[in-house]
Each structure stands twice: as C-alpha cells, then as structure tokens.
C-alpha cells in the first residue's frame, strides 16, 4: 500500500514542477511523463521523482 501512495505523491510531485517551470496543464505534464516513461521503459513514478528532485531536466523531456 505505501509503494503505491509513494507513487501518487512522486507523480503528483513530477507534474506540479513540470507545470510550475513550464508553464504546462496538470494534465498535459501527467501525459508527458506517462508517454516518455513508457517509451523509455521507465516507471512513471520514477521518472516524476528524477523530475521533482532535479536529477532529470525537465525541459528535456519536452524536446522529446
């Protein structure tokens, strides 16, 4: 249960740097990492903490 709300709070982390620093919807940061997790074989959540805890550029993924 505690992977799971680690989860959520990691992704809700990810898309809320992602709208802060880029001016994007909630919703089109949640698709971002979705898709560049799923193309790059990446759990979304641990996409969302390298993005929120500045191991990952944000602004990379939206060149993708």
Partial sequence: ???ALDSRVFIEQ???VLDAHH???VD???SL???HALDHNLR???L???VADGSTIAAAL???
Avoid: V
């Fill in 62 to 64: 939206l060149r993708e």
């Fill in 1 to 3: 249960m505690w992977n």
């Fill in 14 to 16: 990810g898309k809320s």
């Fill in 23 to 25: 001016c994007i919807s």
């Fill in 33 to 35: 990492l979705r898709d």
């Fill in 44 to 46: 979304p959540s641990y």
């Fill in 28 to 30: 089109a940061a949640f």
């Fill in 48 to 50: 969302a903490r390298q």
